[in-house]
């Protein structure tokens, strides 16, 4: 059983900085892909960013690219998306999601994602 833990979260200001972790366990733990992504009230859950475990190559929504940035830590099978210059548009439930194959050449979609976290709040006031 396979599980993903994020930590982080709560509320800033808009042009703050928050900080998300997540942390995958379980047995087989076997991966290749591991993301973001949120979902604000009324909206469907979109795509943040996601980080491969091999190589560390990343990929960001427009609407993040060159504010948010994900790194890893293989020994620790976890990520960290590093959110800076925050706006009110980013207020959402942050999920991580993780992808034992690379299915998708761009590994953006839902559908990617093997295993979900239950997601922590972001909140960010203007």
């Known amino acids: 059983q396979v599980q993903l833990v994020e930590s982080g979260g709560g509320l800033e200001q808009a042009g703050g900085s928050l900080r998300l972790s997540c942390a995958a366990s379980?047995?087989?733990?076997?991966?290749?892909?591991m993301g973001w992504f949120r979902q604000a009230p009324g909206k469907e859950r979109e795509f943040v960013g996601r980080?491969?475990?091999?190589?560390?190559?990343?990929y960001y929504a427009d609407s993040v690219k060159g504010r948010f940035t994900i790194s890893r830590d293989n020994a620790k099978h976890t990520i960290t998306l590093q959110m800076n210059s925050l706006k009110p548009e980013d207020t959402a439930v942050y999920h991580c999601?993780?992808?034992?194959?690379?299915?998708?050449?761009?590994?953006?979609?839902?559908?990617?994602?093997?295993?979900w976290g239950q997601g922590t709040q972001v909140t960010v006031s203007s």
């Open positions: 999601a993780m992808a034992s194959r690379r299915t998708f050449s761009l590994m953006s979609v839902e559908a990617a994602y093997d295993y």
């Open positions: 379980g047995r087989p733990l076997n991966i290749d892909t």
């Open positions: 980080i491969t475990m091999s190589g560390g190559y990343t």
